[in-house]
């Protein structure tokens, strides 16, 4: 029953936030043209509110509103196009939370946009994940869906639960290092599981708002520790495309911890942190 349960609020939150499935709500938000509003379910309207509140407080460096430039580069169910990463990079982008009411479950679009979630949908599948547990009596638990995940409780041992931050490496899986996480979620961003190559460049598939374009010198990963798994999927993004520095200052307003690893072309990988769950 609690497996069923599981995967039921999982489908839940593809049905409506998908961009792969066509007949999904947020597919048909996209439909919806300018100046119209939409009754779009509970879920899908509490992470585009979310959604906009982090593009916000980060100063649109996340935009939910990319996904032109998400299928134009072809991260999306389509090949890219020429012609349109030549149209994303030229034209100058109004952020999502100037162009995007939400009201309840009414949502109206006050300009063309095209949406896209996957920067946030599939943490808050896991704090769907985890609200489904807690509904079951269950207290202790390891939720997950990919590299983004929460850490209910404690291990049987009384011992907070374990989690490896991924060594940034395009070949092989390792671990750089090991967190001790209870009651928090976790998600890392990184340039080194999906890319397009380039004139030879690999080039992420986290989109710089201000470009229409991927990331040209991101950091290799960035881990982000939140209260949600949606709070720490969406500002790993955030921090991928501001860097270290700004970065930095942006998680000491938030009250976050975070775990930049760079690229050094002289010693491999070095770390940079802030907040004190990591040293």
Known sequence: ???????????????????????????RLNRAPAGTSTIVPADLAHVLAL?????????????????????????????????????????????????????????????????????I????????????LRSYGIKAGLVGIDGEMYALGLRPDGEAWTIAVELPDWERRAPHSVISLQDAAVATSGDYRHWVTVQGRRLSHTMDPKHGAPLMSPPASVTVLAPTCAEADAWATVLMVVGPEAGIDLMAQQGLSSLFLIRDGTSGIRSKACGGCFT
């Open 121 to 132: 949908a599939k943490g808050y599948g896991v704090d769907r994940m985890v609200q489904t």
């Open 1 to 27: 029953a609690l497996q069923k349960a599981l995967q039921k609020v999982v489908d839940k939150v593809d049905t409506q936030m998908s961009t792969w499935k066509p007949d999904s709500d947020l597919m």
């Open 51 to 119: 959604g906009l509140a982090i593009g916000r407080a980060s100063g649109g460096a996340f935009d939910i509103g990319m996904g032109d430039t998400v299928q134009a580069w072809g991260f999306g169910p389509q090949a890219a196009d020429v012609d349109d990463i030549r149209a994303a990079m030229a034209s100058p982008r109004r952020p999502a939370y100037e162009l995007l009411e939400v009201s309840d479950n009414q949502v109206r679009k006050q300009g063309a946009i095209t949406l896209d979630l996957n920067g």
